[in-house]
């Protein structure tokens, strides 16, 4: 499958400041997802991105659906202890019209008081 | 609802074992997947389901086999267990192909030694 690169791979940041992470790759993607892990849990959606130039907002989290299609941004502003997780993005190829879907190896958040 | 329920959380196989990972949906949602989550990597899907009696191959199919009798199951069996099956296996459902509905199980952890 096409590779996703999601960086950077842990941050360790302290409680209130803000966070960016990205998502890149060499083929264009139709969708871009975003999804948080908690420890032993499965991921949960956070945040889709359905056209280029898209700038949508969650709560304290913001995504952007890059304007060449090929990468994705997520920011966590004013961070706060429960947003410690693993972050995942996803794409979808043009060709994978059905729900499938290309997954980064995600951004390990780490929060310190 | 339970959402996507998975059994069981955690489960120890010798090589050369087979067993039933089960996923089962509350939500009458007509497609189902299974993935497999490596450590540092992201999701790799292994089999999906668009409805009952539909099966079809994702990206690392090999060693799995999935049936879907009814709308809610999707059992994922490893047949000959493998070191290389070691691994945490998300199921998820969604409604349609839209791709902001997709719901993943907690996960199960399986070691083959």
């Known amino acids: 499958g096409q590779q996703l690169n999601q960086s950077p791979q842990s941050m360790f940041i302290q409680e209130g400041e803000d966070v960016s992470m990205n998502c890149t790759s060499s083929?264009?993607?139709?969708?871009w997802l975003w999804y948080k892990q908690d420890p032993g849990e499965g991921p949960v959606l956070l945040i889709a991105l359905y056209k280029a130039g898209e700038l949508t907002s969650n709560g304290r989290l913001t995504a952007q659906f890059g304007i060449t299609r090929k990468d994705s941004f997520l920011n966590i502003s004013a961070s706060i202890p429960s947003d410690v997780g693993i972050y995942f993005c996803a794409g979808q190829l043009p060709t994978d019209s059905w729900g499938k879907f290309q997954f980064g190896a995600g951004t390990q958040v780490v929060v310190t008081p | 609802n339970a959402g996507v329920t998975q059994t069981p959380k955690f489960r120890i196989l010798k090589i050369g074992q087979s067993m039933t990972l089960q996923c089962t949906q509350d939500?009458?949602?007509?497609?189902m997947y299974w993935y497999r989550q490596d450590p540092g990597m992201g999701l790799k899907l292994i089999y999906y389901s668009v409805g009952a009696g539909i099966t079809d191959k994702g990206e690392v199919p090999n060693g799995y086999n999935v049936s879907r009798s009814t709308t809610e199951d999707f059992p994922l069996r490893l047949e000959l267990a493998a070191p290389s099956q070691t691994s945490v296996y998300f199921c998820a459902s969604s409604y349609s192909v839209l791709t902001d509905t997709q719901y993943f199980g907690p996960g199960t952890r399986l070691t083959v030694l």
């Open positions: 083929s264009i993607f139709n969708t």
């Open positions: 939500m009458n949602h007509n497609y």
